[in-house]
């Protein structure tokens, strides 16, 4: 089984080889491919658009010949028109430049995965050449850009003691 819960990228699905990925990658990867699929054609979003009237996604194409039939979204039990919004210059959708980079993510991981050994996470040799942080801003913090941290605008640290390490260990 070569691509086993993935289809192939010419069906609008991401490949994902045997061996590539844990069972546990392997199914965190499935439940982001679920979150990425269009409600209609039931693939991967192509050209991801979001309805302005409830915030639902489709693809471009689905929702635009959808809508030569139906004036209400298609999401079950929403209902919501899928009406002008904004006057002449508005629409009821908007392409989502967010979204279709999550979509592109996902493509970039699974083409990491892919070119990795088998059963890479297995090695006792794993090397990591570069460690990546996404600084977590919490209430009573800002993110300072200049020192490239966080600051803390708390007079207390009672915050700090609360907040768990995910990188240590």
Known sequence: MANAGFENASSSRIALHEG????????????????LQCPLCHQIFKRPTTLASCGHSF?????DDYNCIHSTCPATGCGMPMSIVGGGRGSFRKV??????????????????NQAPDEWWKSNDLVITQSLTCPTVEHGTSYDDTNKGLSYDSDSDSDMENMIDLQSG
């Open 20 to 35: 590539k990925a844990s069972n546990g990658m392997r199914k965190t990867l499935e439940d982001l491919m679920n979150i």
């Open 59 to 63: 693809c471009e194409v689905c929702i």
């Open 96 to 113: 989502n430049p967010q979204l279709a980079q999550c979509v592109e993510s996902m493509q970039l991981v699974c083409q990491g995965l």
